[in-house]
């Protein structure tokens, strides 16, 4: 309701969304969970692989690769589900169009093939009880996509549809730029995370260049990009809901300044990929340093959200029909 509580979160669950609209939120919510849970076990699974390197002398490190072999093969049966049932959105938008799923198909395609290009190898490793295995990577990128996906859903459904007409020229715009920006990224990313594979494997180290095109694959989703709209959205919404009935130039400038918000997070985002990809190439990013760096751009997108709810002010009225508009993230 207009001029009613202002609203907890841009995130929080609007009084009048519809029931299927609250099951498509609690299966997200479910899968979210589930894939946080596996993540953090199968870190600490992968931790002996991590101490091996710090030891030289027999006797630790045939322990060690004791260990590791029957961690690897929890890390694997830990993983199973986390791909079977948490990334299950991800598999019918990579195959399909998910009808239930806003992101476009573009986006699902590196996060699937991030996914293929590191559990294969890892099972094989598993069975042949050698080589590098990616299972906690595996597990990361799920569980950071689909918090991504989490906080996009929660802002598109606090948005709104009847706010969305509102906004529905600029919506429109934004949503377009957006993915068109997001499907120029994913196509030439994906060239790059091959062509840089290619390098790896043929001129400087081959057992480097599967790390280095799994990290560049999970580097190439878009996540943060898809947020960018419906998480400025959701924010404008949360401002009128808790403000005074706003005059048209109150809503006229609240929408200019929605817009420079939804730029900012949607081109920052592009900027912070762009940065972060050279390191990647160059075999400074690990996989799980990639999810990572993903899951930092998708946060900072709904801070940004967050920190112009917040600091988007609406004065009291100054006048018949008039609203006074002080915003300190202009």
Known sequence: MI??????????IPSDLGAQ??????????????????????MMFAFPGYLRASYVDAETVDTLDTAIIVMNWCSLLLTVPVLLYCAWP????????????????????????????????????TF???????????????????????????ARQSAGAAFDQRFDQESRLLAKTADRVGLYFVSIQ?????????????????DHALSVLVALFVMSCPCAMAMAVPSAQAAARAIVLGSP?????????????TVRVARRSLYGSLLWHLLMIPFAMIGLVQPWLAAITMLVSSMAVAFYAWHFYKNYTVGKPVGAGTVAINSSSA
């Open 21 to 42: 609209e609250r099951l498509q939120r609690r299966h997200m919510l479910a899968r979210l969970g589930l894939a946080w849970l596996v993540m953090m076990q199968v």
């Open 3 to 12: 001029g009613g509580m202002k609203p907890a979160s841009i995130f929080s």
């Open 245 to 257: 009935p706003l005059s048209q130039k109150a809503l006229i400038a609240l929408r200019a300044q």
């Open 90 to 125: 991800i598999w019918r938008g990579f195959v399909g169009r998910d009808p239930h799923d806003t992101h476009q198909q573009s986006m699902n395609w590196p996060i699937g093939l991030g996914i293929v290009v590191a559990f294969i190898p890892s099972a094989i490793a």
């Open 190 to 206: 994906i060239a790059l995370s091959i062509v840089s594979a290619l390098i790896w494997y043929m001129f400087i180290d081959s």
């Open 128 to 154: 042949r009880q050698s080589g590098e295995v990616y299972f906690e990577s595996i597990a990361m990128f799920v569980a950071f996509v689909l918090t991504a996906r989490y906080l996009a859903l929660a």
